[in-house]
């Protein structure tokens, strides 16, 4: 079942109303972020943020390792009076690389995360139930299994809010 | 309600502003036929383009002896562009990551066109030291890769290798965060697209994109932590640009305040071209309720703040090349360097641009005039050249020893490649503006509700009025 509405605060109040009632609300398609609307339908918070620290730590002992090895270990080389003795004398010219590519992989390692979790790939169709809600809609999503309400009960308190249209597909 | 200070001036103009007028008026370009100005322009643009293609492959296949250059002067217009380029492509992701930390919500209408700016800038940037390696087929020696060369290696230790992480990593991660941006407003397109073709283009785009709850959770997370990967690079790129001179042993380029110095200098000229780019365009896309008069005035104030650290960077280099005592240094900046030298028309071209023009912003009148701005942003453009021109070419033609002083004269071709990446830069732009959404249509709706001129004017009665919860208060 589809609630249809064409306002985000409208929906945000009636999504507090409905949860209060004993609704379970199982998704919310929307144009654009609804700020507050995450713990009314009981959202968990993303860990995305935990795994970009992850792949910059990786980026991190890879630029480490790799520049250890080409300039310490497999062929050191005197540049300028600057012998390469240990990593621990060279590393203050080593900053700036081992910077950039852990920013380089967790840029991308939490992109690339992103669109997985999300599963959203090139060539993918999008499943939201209705063209506009990428325009000036905002759908609720609702089953009636998920609730101990019937169906009808659920409708009913649906159109006390003020619901452009409900949708049963 | 979630309302902003209302001393702040509204953002969005208009009292018939809604979430579905944004969209029209946003996709009109895409939704729509060409107009006769951006045939035009695309013509002329293409043209140049191919001209600049054309001295490329001329300079690939004769060599760099057809530039300007010679044994003292190895570097000169070639980098001056490389440099000038990189700075232009520092205002958008400033824009999009140092602003969104700040929590600036005028970001959000200008956020789009000016990360397009940066990643075509930055791309035109990267061809410049690419053809000065002449065998640019050999390019990828720049990366550590095992080789048959007893395996050797990169040279870790250099700026120009930092310069190599820095643009590409700066190059990618930047192209990343506009693209993620720009999946939601790819998936509006796809939505409303009536054609096959287009329909086909942009779901191809959209990545199946869906817009529920929790992809709009993990979406705003993820650019939350890619600006705070950004505001960084913002920073380390242009810094470690610098660094290609500042570590070097030249007078007037081995100096300590050379990384804020360029980074100040970099932001200055991106904002500028961002005014350049997005005055005419708001004119001819008709969105100048989104892309306000306060926010021309925002950005203006951004350039007097980095002007204003460019000229006190001016100063202490000045103060410095006296203070030292180091003949080497003040001759540069003292007697038949910069000043008075061969090279004074440079030098007075950049105080002129970069100094003197921007001061007059300080004015409120002269910074919401929109003509006025346009000129002095050019003319901040064409500064920021010579800002580069000047560092670049003034200290290699006079250095150590006075029987290696040359000058530099530049050839057609290092004009014509110039003149060719503003046209390849060109037409990239163009063709954004109109196969894509200018701006970031899931962002300023966003902000509709809290900085849009007809919802500040309300009060929270009157809201609630107009957007009734429940059926039971319509009366």
Known sequence: ?169 | MHKEAAIREPLILGDDVTYSKITEDVLFTIEHEPTKLWKVLMTIATITALWGVGCILYLLGTGIGTWGLNNTMGWAWDITNFVWWVGIGHAGTLISAVLLLFRQKWRMAINRPAEAMTIFAVFMAGTFPMIHMGRIWMAYWVFPLPNQFGSLWVNFNSPLLWDVFAISTYLSVSLVFWYIGLIPDFATIRDRASRPVQKLMYSLLSFGWTGNAKAWQRFEEVSLVLAGLATPLVFSVHSIVSMDFATSIVPGWHSTIFPPYFVAGAVFSGFAMVQTLMLIARKAMRLEYIITVKHIEYMNIVIIVTGGIVGVAYSTEFFIGWYTGVQYESYVYMSAGAATGKYAWAFWSLIFCNFITPAFLWFKKVRTNLALTFIIALIINIGMWFERFDIIVTCLARDYLPSTWRMFFPTWVDLGVYIGTLGIFSVFYLLFLKYFPVLALNEVKTILKSSGERYKNMSDEEFKKLHPVFKKDIK
């Open chain 1, 1 to 169: 079942m589809y609630a249809i509405y064409d306002d985000d605060y409208v929906l945000l109040e009636s999504a507090k109303h409905l949860v209060a009632k004993g609704i379970h609300i199982r998704d919310v398609f929307s144009p654009f972020p609804i700020h507050g609307l995450d713990p009314v339908i009981g959202l968990k918070t993303t860990r995305l943020a935990i795994t970009a620290f992850i792949y910059g730590m990786i980026g991190v002992s890879l630029a480490i390792t790799g520049m250890w090895y080409f300039m310490i270990q497999d062929w050191p080389l005197n540049i300028g009076g600057k012998p390469n003795f240990s990593i621990l004398t060279n590393i203050p010219s080593f900053v700036p690389v081992i910077f950039e590519f852990g920013v380089l992989c967790a840029a991308h390692g939490m992109a690339i995360t992103f669109m997985l979790r999300n599963w959203t790939l090139p060539g993918f169709k999008g499943k939201n139930p209705y063209p506009r809600t990428t325009d000036d809609r905002f759908v609720m999503e609702i089953h009636a299994a998920d609730s101990e309400l019937s169906e009808d009960e659920i409708k009913a308190l649906i159109n006390e809010t003020c619901v452009l249209e409900i949708d049963e597909k």
